[in-house]
């Protein structure tokens, strides 16, 4: 496979950027190191001059960027999504360096799209986007001034994409993704996470209005393993299955009562 391909299917996706000179910078940045997939998830303002200004040589980057209206959009195709945050969260994710975040989306852009994905400028991601995640990284930088420009945090996590591409040229292997099924997509995921509520509901193990912290841990869980398309499919049979047998069992005491 040639160096673009694999670059090419490593997505850049900035969320809600309020400063559209930022929105260059990550072109400028990326193309520096190969890349050219840049996502724009409900950019306050763009297109604008600003972006362009900033894009310098990369504009071929920013003419080809996506805008679309939400996280979801962005990340559907993706088998690996990759969260970015400035500090640490409430609830621990398994987390990655830079360094395992450069070589983890290398290996396996080989057979599947990637995502890492930035913040807003002021309040980076949300706790539900970051859910959505199959791991999180964070630069590590000076504890009382831990927040780069997000311009700055994009050219440090694509240098070392570079980086695991040059360690792979000089023959040095990156240990090799050889699973014999493909992992699950980030949009049928999101389906399994909505089945998983609903017969999680329906059993009454959640509260229909409040399932949050529950399905959090589970999201983590499922996210952790990284299932494979075959596993997502029996797992939603299964689900199916309980929900077919509720179904059943409510038929008989229905009839029951008449
Ligand atoms: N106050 C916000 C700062 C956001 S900085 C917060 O606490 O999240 C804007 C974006 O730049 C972040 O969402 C993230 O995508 C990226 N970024 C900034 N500093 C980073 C760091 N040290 N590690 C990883 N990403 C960082």
């Given amino acids: 496979m ?8 490593i997505r850049i996706i900035m969320v809600n950027t309020s400063h559209p000179g930022n929105i260059g910078g990550a072109a400028r940045a990326m193309k520096n190191m190969g890349l050219s997939q840049l996502y724009l998830v409900e ?5 604008a001059e600003k972006a362009v200004w900033r894009a310098a040589s990369a504009l071929d980057v920013l003419d080809k960027a996506v805008v679309v209206d939400t996280l979801d959009e ?3 195709d993706c088998s690996l999504v990759i969260g970015t945050s400035a500090r640490e969260r409430r609830i621990p ?3 990655l360096t830079p360094r395992e975040c450069g070589e983890r989306s290398w290996v396996e852009s080989q057979s599947a799209d990637i995502a890492i994905v930035f913040g807003r400028e002021d309040r ?5 986007e970051l859910q959505k995640c199959h791991y999180h990284v ?3 930088s000076n504890p009382d001034y831990s927040s780069l420009n997000i311009a700055a945090a994009i050219q440090v996590l694509c240098y070392e994409i570079r980086m695991a591409h040059l360690t792979e040229k000089e023959g040095k292997a990156i240990s090799y993704d050889d699973w014999d099924v493909p992992r699950a997509k980030s949009q049928d995921l999101e389906y399994f996470y909505n089945h998983f509520e609903e017969a999680l509901c329906k059993l009454e193990f959640i509260e229909a209005d409040n399932p949050r912290q529950t399905m959090t841990r589970l999201r983590r869980l499922f996210n952790r393993i990284r299932m494979d398309e075959m596993e997502l499919s029996i ?3 299964i689900l199916t299955s309980i929900q077919n047998y509720i179904r059943r069992v409510e038929k008989r005491i229905e009839q029951s009562k008449k």
């Fill in 2 to 9: 040639s160096e673009h391909q694999n670059f090419n299917r």
């Fill in 43 to 47: 950019p306050k303002e763009y297109p």
């Fill in 74 to 76: 962005a990340i559907a």
């Fill in 93 to 95: 994710w398994p987390m």
């Fill in 124 to 128: 980076g991601l949300t706790n539900d």
């Fill in 138 to 140: 964070h630069i590590p």
């Fill in 235 to 237: 797992m939603r049979g």
